[in-house]
C-alpha cells in the first residue's frame, strides 16, 4: 500500500513538474511573439495593452484594422497570429519581408507603399484583397496577384514592373497606378471594361492602341514621359476630366476636339504647334501648354483661367506635373490654370499674345525667351517670320504631293547663307559649319562632302530655285509643321533644351 502511495505520489509530482515546463515554455515563446519593438510597441497601443505586459497570440485574434505608417518598423514576425486582420497599413517603414502575411486570408487590404519589400510573392494565397498598394519599393514582378479577382485598387508605382500580364484577367481594376516602372506593352489592359483611373507614366510606352477598343470609362488618364506619338486611340473617351501627355512626342491634338468636358489638360514638352482642337474645350481650368512649338493663342482665347486663391491674374507660376505631382519650380504661388513659357509666342510689351493672354485672366511675369518661327501660305506672296510681314518673289506650291518653298527665304530666315551657281546651276548652302550642295532637278545631295539621297529634287520655276521644306528645314535645325485647313507651313527653328525656370515679380 505505502508502495503504490509513494508511486501515485511520484507521478503527481513529475505531471506538475511537466505542466510548469509546459507553461514556462509557452509563457517564454508568447513574450516573444513580436520580435520588432516598433512592431510591438504600435500593436500594445492599438490594443491598449501595457507596455510591460507580453503580447500573446490570443491578443491579436481581434484585430481588424492595423494602421502603423511612419513607426520605423522592420519585422513583420509575429503578425501571422492577426488572422482576422482585414486592413493592414504600413506605409512609410523599414519592411522587406512579407512572409508573415500569407496567410492572413481575411485582408481586404494592404498597403506597403514606400518600403524595401522586394516581392510580393507571399501575399499570392490573399485572394479577398481589394486594394494592394506597394509602390516606392524594389518589386520587379506582380505575378502574385493573377488570382485577385476581387482587386480593383492597385497602387505599384516606383518599382521594377516590366509586365502587366498577371493583370489580364482582373477584370474588377477600376484604379491602377503604375508610374515610373519599366513598361512597354498595356495590352493586357485590353479588357478592362471598369477601368477609371490609369496612371502609367514615365515608363517605356510608345502606343496608346489599347485602348482604342476600351468602353468609355476613363476619367483619368496619365501617359505623360513615354514616347507616345499618337493620342488617335482616346478620340471616344469623353468621359474624361484630367489627361496628362506630356513629355512624349505627340504633333497633333485633334483627338481631343470631342473631349468636352476635360477640365485638366497636361500637354507640356511635345511637338504641339495647333491648338484650333482645343477650341470647344470649355470646361479646362487648367491648361500646360510650356515647351512646345505654339504660335498662336488665339483658339483658346475664350477660355478664362482664374486663380483659386483670389490673387488674380498678376500672379503665375510654374506647371506641377499630374505624372508625379511634385512641382518642378520655386514658387510662392498657387500653379496657374495656363502656361505657355518657351514655345514660339511674341510676348513683347502690347503684342496680340499679351493681349489674349490679359483677356484670359493671365499675365506672363517672367518674359521667357520664345522661339522664332516662319509661316508661308500655298500659293500666297505673303510670309512672316514672327508676327511680322514679308513679300515673296514666289509662291509655295505642291508638286506630286511635297511641299516646295523658296529656297533663298527660308534659307536666311535660317541665318544660312545662299550661293547660286549659274553655270553648273547649283545652290550652295551654309550654316554653322554645315555645307549643303544641291543641283537642279537632282535628288541627291552633298552634305558637308558626303553624298545623301532625297525623296524630291530642288526645282526651278521662272528663275526661283525652290527646295522641299521638309528637308531644307532638319539639314538646317528646323522642324515643320502644316495645318490642311489653312493650308498654312510652320517653320520652326530649334530651341536648346528648355532650363526650368522660376518665377520672378514684374
Not at 507521478?11 to 515563446?29: D, F, K, N, V, Y
Not at 500594445?44 to 494602421?67: F, G, H, W, Y
Not at 485577385?148 to 497602387?155: A, D, E, N, V
Not at 514660339?344 to 503684342?351: A, E, K, P, T
Request: proline fraction near 4%.
Amino acid at each position: 500500500m505505502k508502495r503504490i502511495t509513494l508511486i501515485l505520489l511520484i507521478c503527481i509530482l513529475s505531471l506538475g513538474t511537466a505542466g510548469q515546463a509546459m507553461a514556462h515554455m509557452t509563457t517564454e515563446t508568447e513574450e516573444h511573439l513580436i520580435k520588432d519593438p516598433a512592431l510591438e510597441e504600435g500593436l500594445k497601443l492599438i490594443l491598449n495593452i501595457p507596455v510591460d505586459q507580453s503580447l500573446t497570440s490570443a491578443d491579436l485574434k481581434p484585430l481588424r484594422v492595423v494602421d502603423l505608417s511612419n513607426a520605423g518598423i522592420q519585422d513583420l514576425s509575429g503578425l501571422e497570429h492577426a488572422t482576422n486582420l482585414t486592413h493592414l497599413r504600413l506605409y512609410g517603414n523599414e519592411i522587406t519581408d512579407l512572409t508573415p502575411l500569407k496567410q492572413l486570408t481575411q485582408l481586404r487590404e494592404i498597403d506597403v507603399r514606400n518600403n524595401y519589400v522586394t516581392s510580393i510573392q507571399p501575399l499570392a494565397a490573399l485572394h479577398q484583397l481589394g486594394r494592394l498598394y506597394i509602390s516606392n519599393n524594389s518589386i520587379q514582378s506582380i505575378e502574385a496577384v493573377r488570382k485577385f479577382h476581387r482587386l480593383h485598387t492597385l497602387h505599384a508605382s516606383g518599382n521594377q514592373i516590366s509586365s502587366l500580364e498577371a493583370l489580364k484577367e482582373l477584370h474588377s481594376l477600376k484604379w491602377i497606378e503604375l508610374a515610373n516602372n519599366e513598361i512597354k506593352d498595356l495590352t493586357p489592359l485590353a479588357e478592362h471594361t471598369q477601368l477609371e483611373q490609369l496612371n502609367v507614366a514615365n515608363n517605356q510606352i510608345s502606343a496608346l492602341d489599347v485602348l482604342t477598343d476600351l468602353p468609355n470609362t476613363l476619367r483619368e488618364l496619365n501617359v505623360a514621359g513615354n514616347q507616345i506619338a499618337s493620342i488617335t486611340p482616346l478620340s471616344h473617351m469623353t468621359q474624361l476630366r484630367t489627361l496628362d501627355i506630356s513629355s512624349n512626342h505627340i504633333q497633333q491634338l485633334s483627338s481631343l476636339a470631342a473631349l468636352t468636358d476635360l477640365t485638366e489638360l497636361n500637354a507640356e514638352s511635345n511637338h504641339i504647334y495647333d491648338l484650333e482642337p482645343l477650341r470647344e474645350l470649355t470646361q479646362l481650368n487648367s491648361l500646360k501648354l510650356s515647351n512646345n512649338r505654339i504660335w498662336d493663342l488665339t483658339p483658346i482665347s475664350d477660355l478664362s483661367f482664374t486663380l483659386g486663391n483670389g490673387l488674380g491674374p498678376d500672379n503665375i507660376s510654374a506647371s506641377t506635373t499630374l505624372a508625379t505631382g511634385v512641382q518642378e519650380t520655386v514658387t510662392d504661388t498657387e500653379p496657374a490654370g495656363l502656361t505657355v513659357h518657351n514655345n514660339y509666342l511674341d510676348v513683347s510689351n502690347g503684342s496680340h499674345t499679351m493681349h489674349l493672354l490679359n483677356q484670359m485672366n493671365v499675365r506672363e511675369q517672367k518674359r521667357t525667351p520664345q522661339g522664332r518661327f516662319q509661316r508661308l501660305i500655298e500659293g500666297s506672296s505673303t510670309a512672316y517670320v514672327g508676327d511680322r510681314a514679308y513679300v515673296l518673289d514666289s509662291v509655295p506650291f505642291i508638286d506630286e504631293g511635297r511641299t516646295y518653298v523658296p529656297l533663298r527665304f527660308v534659307s536666311e530666315q535660317l541665318n544660312a547663307r545662299v550661293n547660286w551657281d549659274n553655270d553648273t546651276q547649283e545652290a550652295t548652302i551654309t550654316q554653322e559649319g554645315k555645307t549643303i550642295q544641291w543641283g537642279v532637278g537632282n535628288k541627291q545631295v552633298t552634305v558637308n562632302g558626303e553624298i545623301t539621297m532625297n525623296d524630291a529634287p530642288l526645282l526651278m520655276r521662272e528663275g526661283i530655285a525652290y527646295v522641299p521644306i521638309r528637308f531644307i528645314s532638319e539639314q538646317l535645325h528646323a522642324t515643320v509643321g502644316y495645318i490642311a485647313r489653312s493650308k498654312t507651313i510652320l517653320i520652326f527653328e530649334n530651341k536648346p533644351q528648355y532650363e526650368k525656370f522660376t518665377i520672378s515679380s514684374p
